[in-house]
C-alpha cells in the first residue's frame, strides 16, 4: 500500500489521528490483521510525513492520548508503550477526531491503483471501525 500525500497539512494533532486511521485501515482492511495497536514511532513517522511541522512523540504520548490524564484529545488509547485509535463515541463523541482535516475528495492512499480519499477514511472510522468491540 503505497501513502499518496496531495498536500500535508499544519495540524500536528490531526496528522497523529489520520496516520493512527491510515495504519488501522491498512491492518483491517488489507491484511485482515486484527492487531491494531502500533508503536508510537511507526504513527510518529506516518505523521510526519502528512504533516508540515514536526510532530514530536508527546503529542502521541501525552496530548493525543485519551489515557494520560492530562491529554488535550481523545484520539488515542494506550495498551502499554502501544496506542490504537480510539472508535466515534467512546469518549462520548469528546474529542475524538478532529474536524475536517482535508477536503473529503483529497486522495490520501493508493491501494493497486484504487484511489482512497479523505472522505472514505473518515466514513470509515465513523461507520466500520466504530463499531468494533476493541
Known amino acids: 500500500m503505497k501513502v499518496i500525500l496531495t498536500r500535508k497539512t499544519d495540524n500536528v494533532f490531526g496528522a497523529v489521528w489520520l496516520a493512527t486511521l491510515v495504519l488501522t485501515y491498512k491492518e483491517l482492511v488489507f491484511r485482515k490483521n486484527e492487531n491494531i495497536y502500533f508503536k508510537q514511532v511507526d504513527i510518529q513517522k506516518l505523521a510526519q510525513e502528512l504533516c ?3 510532530v ?3 503529542r502521541i ?9 492530562e491529554n488535550n484529545y481523545n484520539y488515542l ?3 502499554g508503550s502501544k ?10 463523541g469528546k474529542k475524538e477526531y478532529p474536524d475536517r482535516l482535508f477536503e473529503p475528495g483529497t486522495v490520501i492512499l493508493e491501494i493497486g491503483g484504487n ?5 472514505d477514511l473518515v466514513e470509515w472510522y465513523r461507520g466500520t471501525y466504530s463499531k468494533i468491540d476493541n
Do not use: M, P, V
Request: contains cysteine; proline residues 0%.
Open 115 to 119: 484511489k482512497i480519499t479523505y472522505g
Open 52 to 54: 508540515s511541522k514536526k
Open 77 to 79: 488509547r494506550a495498551l
Open 61 to 69: 504520548s501525552q496530548w493525543c492520548n485519551g489515557d494520560y490524564h
Open 83 to 92: 496506542r490504537r485509535l480510539t472508535t466515534a463515541g467512546e469518549f462520548n
Open 56 to 58: 514530536q512523540s508527546a
